[in-house]
């Protein structure tokens, strides 16, 4: 058996948390570092910071394509690490930045072009937090190279199972970013420009730092664009899921707001813990990426059905960890988001469903990551049409039609986990997902 293949059936904790642990540091930097930025420009006044909202939002769908990249990027790359290849899981990370590099210049002259249109029909029409809005996207989106390449080059060092360069090279710049952000709005007096600018720069050093690390590896940086293709679709499975969340999500919000103000903000409190407990989890997957790839690449499929196992436990034992945390902070936590007596009573409805879920959804997104690295995407993307449009969304609006309240759309969104959870474990049960090789 190879090193690699050795190091991948091994799937110690330890080994797990040295993969999971970097890449949750790199997942929480740019939430962190929007956090700061929110900070800085909020005493610029109410324009300037609806602005930030606004160019905000787009440059995070930006991110959320960067994401995209480094998932199909990962497992493609740890195949060929597990199979004793480094020079070709490389290799990948050279196709993938070559895609990443393209998409970003076509985003930022596709802002830079209709940037003005775009936030004039996010913000509803013509005015003060429009014009201010364009004028930070415009210079923001010149950073949206820098962050895709970032992106690809988190995929390929995460499928090499190196966790350092990838921590070094986000944290870095964000923290450059984070202290250039008040210089540039306030002594510099730049304003919210200088919020964009420092943007940029971050996201443009970055992309530097990733892609220099391609050069260092000396392998050819030649486009191939069939390999390339190979990825698109990869990548295009994965957004198509992506979307299906984003819908799913978008739906749930718009019903809460149909059952009034208290529902809506209580809704917002719950879900966005949600989010930041699944990004938490989601570094479990990303290990699971790395490691479910290198195996089978090495053409251990035991190996990879013991990681499985061995991650999904983990994902589990950290939801039940989760819950116990969430369950205690029941009376606490949410009069930390509002002081309004109804949006915490409205919390208390939805806080049962939020504290059942996180057992079932960290097992759910660490089979996810096992998925993700084997390359099984296709599965993924059609599990999620399906319990989407099967689940999520009927029974969200059957909520509203029943006049079920939070609750009731907080059931859809258990329902919507739960049936993927089982989806997957059957997934796991056939097998069929782990199919060795370099290459799937």
């Known amino acids: 058996m190879s090193t690699a293949a050795a190091l991948a059936t091994a799937a110690s904790p330890r080994r797990i948390a040295a993969l999971a642990l970097p890449a949750l540091v790199v997942l929480a930097a740019e939430p962190l570092y929007v956090l700061v930025d929110t900070a800085v420009v909020g005493h610029l006044g109410r324009v300037p910071l609806a602005a930030l909202a606004v160019g905000g939002t787009v440059m995070t769908l930006t991110a959320w394509i960067g994401t995209v990249v480094a998932y199909g990027t990962t497992g493609r790359s740890a195949r060929r690490f597990g199979a004793g290849d480094r020079a070709a ?88 970013s984070a202290l250039l952000c008040p210089l540039l709005v306030y002594p510099v007096g730049l304003g919210l420009v200088g919020s964009a600018v420092a943007n940029a720069i971050a996201q443009t050093l970055s992309g530097v730092l990733f892609a220099a690390a391609l050069a260092r590896e000396r392998v050819s940086l030649r486009p191939r664009p069939r390999v390339i293709g190979q990825q698109l679709v990869l990548s295009r499975d994965l957004l198509v899921r992506g979307v299906a969340f984003q819908a799913s999500f978008l739906s749930a919000t718009a019903v809460a707001a149909r059952f009034g103000a208290a529902a809506v903000g209580a809704h917002q409190i719950a879900v966005q813990l949600w989010f930041f407990t699944a990004l938490v989890l989601d570094a479990l997957a990303i290990a699971a990426q790395s490691l479910v790839g290198a195996a089978l690449g090495a053409g251990d499929a035991a190996g990879a059905r013991f990681l499985a196992r061995r991650v999904a ?79 999520f969304l009927p029974a969200i609006w059957l909520a509203y039609g029943l006049d079920l309240g939070l609750g009731g759309i907080w059931a859809g969104l258990t329902l919507f986990v739960v049936l993927r959870l089982v989806a997957l474990l059957l997934r796991m049960r056939s097998g069929a997902w782990a199919v060795v090789g370099a290459v799937r």
């Open 89 to 176: 899981a490389v290799a990948e990370g050279v196709q993938a930045s070559w895609l990443a590099l393209a998409t970003g210049v076509l985003v930022a002259v596709a802002i830079g072009i209709g940037g003005g249109a775009l936030a004039r029909t996010l913000v509803g029409g013509p005015g003060e937090v429009a014009d201010a809005a364009a004028g930070w996207l415009r210079i923001a989106a010149l950073g949206a190279p820098g962050l895709l390449l970032a992106a690809a080059g988190n995929g390929w060092l995460r499928g090499i199972q190196d966790t350092r360069r990838p921590l070094l090279f986000v944290l870095g710049p964000n923290l450059l």
């Open 313 to 391: 436990l983990l994902g589990g034992l950290c939801g039940v960890a989760f819950a116990v945390l969430i369950a205690a902070g029941a009376g606490l936590v949410p009069a930390w988001f509002s002081s309004d007596p109804q949006v915490r009573e409205q919390a208390m409805v939805a806080w049962p469903w939020f504290v059942a879920l996180q057992p079932i959804g960290g097992v759910v997104f660490a089979l996810d990551g096992v998925l993700i690295g084997a390359g099984d995407v296709r599965y993924l993307r059609n599990l999620t049409i399906v319990a989407a449009l099967g689940g």
